[in-house]
């Protein structure tokens, strides 16, 4: 077998980021990390906030929309149909309160979905879950799988775009047409789009909702919500403000004496991104995710999971009697945490659990190789 090459280091990468070098951050999808940049226009802003209250606060719906229209540039979106939100979370429970449900109605769900989207759906109405084998080769095959869990009672399905834990892509375009012709509200899950996509927002989607700070590089609690013309005006914010009366997107925003900071910060965060060279990002990363795949794959008892292209996430099943619970991937994630200095992220599945990396422009061939040469033996003894 040829040994796979290793991709060369992005030139300042880890220097853009204040991580600590002791570590192995191999696990940028669950959190992110935001470059130093960014951290100083948040700061700049924070303190501008302290240092007159009156005058920040009441800036803040002018340029609630100065911000919303720089992402919206980046993203490929009308300013007026995307809003702020903390977090898919978030975005997911508004989306949702935004369809109107009768008795009898269901919602079509993935066992790919992450987990607090697919609650989200679960408290609102009866749920299928389409059991989506993580070993379909692509994704056609994943499409006839959702359309063929879809009944005449199916009002909405819940997909993700690109799936947290297996890093593969479900909500693609001929699927999203499929069930719009079936008259089925589409809602996608797009966490991970922002930063890893050219063309991040799902097109024919009714709801989408994506993080930005993952690989979009803005501060924590950063997220878009778009809404499709027909359903914005149903979008309710959750807490009510003075603000209710502009309507979307700016009702479900402003939220009073928060802090705004880091949402103001986040269009830096995709600028930065386009000044490093948007596809040359994308393509280090999905390459460094390959490598360490790829290295990983050798590690006996580990199984390689089908991917989309492009992605800078890779995803592969352990070893039967691993992770098999919520509990235990918890407990072996920070296991590898404390004893190889490596952050990954390890998810239950009855049957083996999955381990996935991504790849990220502070990232080094090496934190891979200590990762693959250190896991054999660390499987021996869990």
């Known amino acids: 077998m040829t040994e796979p090459s290793a991709p060369p280091a992005f030139p300042g990468g880890p220097e853009l980021f204040r991580l600590d070098p002791a570590v192995a951050h191999l696990n940028h999808g669950s959190y992110g990390a935001v470059p130093v940049p960014v951290q100083e226009a948040q700061e700049a802003l924070r303190a501008e906030a302290h240092a007159d209250p009156d005058a920040f606060f009441a800036s803040v719906p002018d340029r609630l929309d100065a911000a919303r229209a720089r992402i919206a540039a980046h993203l490929g979106a009308d300013p007026d149909g995307i809003a702020f939100v903390s977090n898919a979370t978030e ?31 679960a408290c609102r109405a009866p749920v299928t879950t389409v059991a989506l084998d993580p070993f379909l080769p692509d994704e056609d095959a994943v499409r006839e799988a959702v359309l063929a869990a879809v009944t005449p009672r199916t009002k909405v399905a819940l997909l993700d775009h690109v799936s947290s834990p297996t890093a593969r892509l479900i909500a693609g375009p001929r699927l999203l047409a499929d069930l719009a012709a079936r008259g089925i509200t589409t809602v996608v899950d797009g966490a991970h789009t922002p930063g890893t996509l050219a063309r991040p927002i799902a097109a024919g989607a009714d709801f989408w909702f994506g993080n930005l700070h993952k690989w979009g590089y803005a501060p924590s609690g950063s997220a878009i919500l778009a809404v499709a013309p027909a359903h914005r005006a149903r979008i309710r914010a959750h807490t009510p403000s003075w603000e209710d009366h502009r309507g979307f997107p700016l009702s479900v925003e402003y939220r009073a004496t928060a802090d705004y900071t880091g949402w103001l910060a986040a269009p830096e965060g995709l600028d930065l991104i386009e000044r490093l060279g948007a596809a040359r990002v994308r393509a280090h990363n999905q390459a460094l995710a390959a490598y360490g795949a790829a290295l990983l794959a050798e590690v006996p008892g580990l199984t390689p999971l089908p991917y989309t292209e492009g992605l800078p996430l890779r995803a592969l099943l352990l070893p039967p009697g691993t992770a098999e619970t919520q509990d235990a991937a918890r407990a072996m994630r920070e296991e590898l945490a404390a004893k190889l200095r490596t952050r990954v992220l390890v998810w239950p599945r009855a049957g083996g659990g999955g381990l996935r990396v991504c790849g990220q422009v502070y990232n080094r061939a090496e934190e891979y190789e200590r990762l693959a040469a250190a896991l054999p033996a660390f499987l021996r003894g869990a």
């Not at 449900?101 to 269901?106: R, T, Y």
């Not at 919602?107 to 989200?120: E, F, K, N, R």
């Open 91 to 121: 975005g997911a429970n508004l989306a949702l309160d935004a369809v109107p449900l009768a008795d009898g109605d269901e919602i079509l769900v993935t066992d790919h979905g992450y987990g607090t989207v697919v609650a989200a759906a």
